[in-house]
C-alpha cells in the first residue's frame, strides 16, 4: 500500500513515516497543500492521511480540491481539532476516519489494517485470487508478479470488473502515455492472466465478468 502522509509538524510527520514503513508500507511525505497537489500529480497512491492545520490549503480544502477533481482515494484525517464541527466537516467532505491528536501510532495502524486489509473482499476471477487492499495476485494459489505499470492496469480493471473504465484513466497509469503502448500492456495482461478484455470504442474498457 502506497500512502501519502500530509503533516506540517516535522518530528511527527518523520516519526509516523518510519512508524509506517516498518509495517511495509510506502509513504511520500508532504509538509502543506502545495506539496500534496505535486505529489498526487506524479504518483497514485492507496490512502491519504492528511493534517488539517497546515499552510497552504489545509486538509480540507486539499481534500475538496482532491475530489473534484475526481481523485477518490480513501482519506484518513489526523488532527487536534476535536469539535464536533470540524470532525462533521471531514466525514462530510469524504473522509473515511477522523484520528484525534495525540494518538498513538499503533491506534494508526489498527485502524488501517481494519478499514484496508479484510481477507473477504478478495476478487476471484477463474483460478486468479486479488486482494485490493495488499494487491497480491495469486494463481492456483501461487503468487504471480507483475511489472508496475501491468500491476496498476489490472487493479483498475478488476476493481471494476464488469464496468467500463475512461481510456483516459488507463492511459494515465502508463509511464509514456500513448493509445499503442496501452493497447500492449493490454494484450500482454490478456495472454498472462487469460483475461477477458473488451473495448468499446471511444469509451474505454472492460474486463468481462465470468
Known amino acids: 500500500m502506497k500512502i501519502l502522509l500530509m503533516e506540517d509538524d516535522t518530528i511527527l510527520c518523520e516519526s509516523l513515516q518510519e512508524y509506517l514503513q516498518l509495517e511495509g508500507f510506502e509513504v511520500d ?6 506539496e500534496v497537489y505535486d505529489l498526487t500529480f506524479k504518483n497514485r497512491y492507496d490512502l491519504y492521511i ?6 497552504k490549503d489545509n486538509g480540507f ?9 475526481n481523485d477518490n482515494t480513501p482519506t484518513i484525517y489526523i488532527s487536534a481539532l476535536t469539535d464536533i464541527n470540524s470532525i462533521t466537516q471531514g466525514f462530510t467532505l469524504g473522509a473515511e476516519d477522523y484520528i484525534k491528536k495525540p494518538f498513538d501510532p499503533e491506534e494508526l495502524i489498527i485502524r488501517i489494517k481494519n478499514k484496508y486489509f479484510k481477507s473477504d473482499e478478495r476478487i476471484h476471477y477463474g483460478d486468479l485470487c486479488y ?3 495488499t494487491k497480491e495476485l495469486q494463481k492456483d ?21 464488469g464496468k467500463i473504465v475512461n481510456t483516459y484513466s488507463l492511459l494515465d497509469l502508463l509511464e509514456h502515455p500513448n493509445p499503442n503502448a496501452l493497447r500492449v500492456n493490454l494484450a500482454k495482461l490478456k495472454a498472462k492472466l487469460n483475461l477477458k478484455i473488451s473495448n468499446s470504442r471511444g469509451q474505454g474498457y472492460m474486463l468481462e465478468k465470468i
Open 29 to 34: 511525505i508532504a509538509q502543506n497543500g502545495e
Open 141 to 161: 494459489g501461487e503468487t504471480i508478479g507483475l511489472g508496475e505499470v501491468q500491476q496498476a492496469l489490472f487493479h483498475e480493471l478488476i476493481t471494476n470488473m
Open 50 to 55: 492528511f493534517d488539517i492545520n497546515v499552510p
Open 61 to 69: 480544502e486539499v481534500l475538496k480540491h482532491l475530489k473534484a477533481a
Open 131 to 133: 486482494n485490493p487492499y
